[in-house]
C-alpha cells in the first residue's frame, strides 16, 4: 500500500511564526506536490517537484517556499504564517506519465491565530 | 490559465436516485482527466480517463470522457448514503493535475 505520511494532522500557530509542514512517502515516486484546499476554492497547487533539489511553482506560492533535499520527503514552509493561509494543506506523489493518477496523504489543517 | 468547472457545486438526492455530475475543461497539453471522491480526509481515486467515448465503470459508478466537446460526466446509480462525498474532477496537462472545485453530494436515506 502506498503510504503518504503528513507529519501533523492538526496544527494551530501564531501570526508571524515559521512554521514547517512534512510529507513523506514510501514508494519513491518522482513527483511531490504541495496543495490547499479552500472551500469554494477547490485545490490549488502551491508548490511541486520532479525530482530531489528541483521545485516548481504552482499558482499561488506566494508566501510559500519548499525544500526537497531526499527523494522521499518534500517540505512546505511558511516563513511568516499569516491568518489567510489557515487551509487544509495536502500532500500528493506520483509517478512521471501519471499512470495511476496521484496519491494523497491525510492532509494537515492548519490555523493561523 | 487551465481551466476545470464542475457542475453542480452541490446537490441533495435520496438514496436510490441517479446522480450525473458534469466536469467540462480547458487545458493545453491534455494527456488525461481524472475523479477523485473526497470524504473526511484525503481524496480517494476514482477513474482516470484519456480516450474519447470509452466508459470506465466501478460497480454503481461510471465515467465518460469526450474530448472533442472537451468535457468528463461521473454517473452514479443507486446512491447510498455512503456516496455523500465531494467529487473532484483533475485534468492533467503541462505535467500537473488542475482540479475543479468540485460537487458535493449529499444521499439522504
Known amino acids: 500500500d502506498v503510504k503518504v505520511t503528513q507529519s501533523s494532522r492538526y496544527l494551530v500557530k501564531r501570526t508571524g511564526e515559521k512554521v514547517f509542514l512534512e510529507c513523506v512517502q514510501d514508494?519513491?515516486?518522482?513527483?511531490m506536490f504541495w496543495y490547499r484546499q479552500d472551500p469554494g476554492l477547490g485545490l490549488r497547487l502551491i508548490y511541486f517537484?520532479?525530482?530531489?533539489?528541483?521545485?516548481e511553482k504552482g499558482d499561488i506560492p506566494e508566501g510559500y517556499s519548499v525544500s526537497r533535499e531526499k527523494k522521499e520527503r518534500f517540505s512546505l514552509i511558511l516563513e511568516s504564517a499569516s491568518t489567510n493561509q489557515t487551509s487544509m494543506y495536502l500532500c500528493?506523489?506520483?509517478?512521471?506519465?501519471?499512470?495511476?493518477?496521484?496519491?494523497f496523504g491525510s492532509g494537515t489543517r492548519l490555523t493561523v491565530v | 490559465e487551465d481551466k476545470v468547472v464542475q457542475s453542480p457545486l452541490s446537490l441533495v438526492v435520496h438514496e436510490g436516485d441517479t446522480v450525473t455530475l458534469n466536469c467540462s475543461y480547458e487545458?493545453?497539453?491534455?494527456?488525461?482527466l481524472l475523479w477523485y471522491k473526497q470524504e473526511k480526509k484525503a481524496p480517494t481515486f476514482l477513474f482516470m480517463l484519456?480516450?474519447?467515448?470509452i466508459e470506465k465503470k466501478s460497480g454503481r459508478l461510471s465515467s465518460i470522457l469526450d474530448k472533442k466537446e472537451l468535457f468528463s460526466i461521473l454517473n452514479i446509480t443507486a446512491t447510498q448514503t455512503g456516496d455523500s462525498a465531494v467529487y473532484l474532477c483533475?485534468?492533467?496537462?503541462?505535467?500537473?493535475?488542475?482540479f475543479g472545485k468540485g460537487n458535493q453530494v449529499v444521499v439522504i436515506p
Open positions: 514508494m519513491d515516486h518522482e513527483n
Open positions: 484519456t480516450s474519447s467515448g
Open positions: 483533475a485534468v492533467y496537462g503541462n505535467n500537473r493535475l488542475a
Open positions: 487545458v493545453t497539453n491534455f494527456r488525461s
Open positions: 517537484s520532479y525530482d530531489v533539489k528541483m521545485k
Open positions: 500528493a506523489i506520483g509517478r512521471n506519465l501519471l499512470a495511476y493518477g496521484y496519491t
